[in-house]
């Protein structure tokens, strides 16, 4: 791969750990929220009805689910900053053999070419982490 294209991923890769990283905070605080509580004074910070509470938790643990998304993600996007640095980015860490434009193109912080992510996936292979979008 050419500079000229890594510098154009590296900037893309960039840009998605600031958008993660600015998104971050608004993410922690809907997960670490409390229920909302009855808001006419009552002491107890139990919700007026049952749906109420399971509607508050099923949010609370999609924030959850997201925040650790996210997390992940980073670590994703920061080792492919590193693979840019190392010039290994680009190759498949399965095979050696280049990834595909098109693939790179639409998750730049991809470890595996398609061919290897199907078959690891597929077999379920341990320690293989698919590619999150």
């Known amino acids: 791969m050419q500079r000229k294209e890594q510098e154009k991923y590296r900037q893309r890769l960039l840009e ?3 958008r993660l990283k600015s998104d971050e905070p608004g993410v922690i605080s809907d997960a670490l929220r409390q229920a909302s509580g009855d808001i006419s ?13 399971g509607t508050d938790t099923f949010e609370q643990e999609m924030s959850a ?7 992940q993600l980073q670590i994703e996007v920061a ?3 590193d693979r840019i640095e190392q010039g290994t980015f680009g190759k498949c860490e399965q095979c050696g053999r280049d990834i595909g434009e098109g693939r790179l193109e639409v998750v730049p912080y991809t470890r595996y070419c398609i061919d290897c992510a199907q078959s690891a996936e597929n077999e379920g292979e341990t320690g293989f982490q698919p590619t999150l979008l």
Not at 41 to 53: E, Q
Not at 65 to 71: E, I, P, S, V
């Open 41 to 53: 004074g009552n002491i107890s910070n139990v919700p007026m009805h049952l749906a109420d509470l």
């Open 79 to 81: 080792a492919a900053l």
């Open 65 to 71: 689910g997201l925040l650790a998304n996210a997390r």
């Open 16 to 18: 998605m750990a600031a």
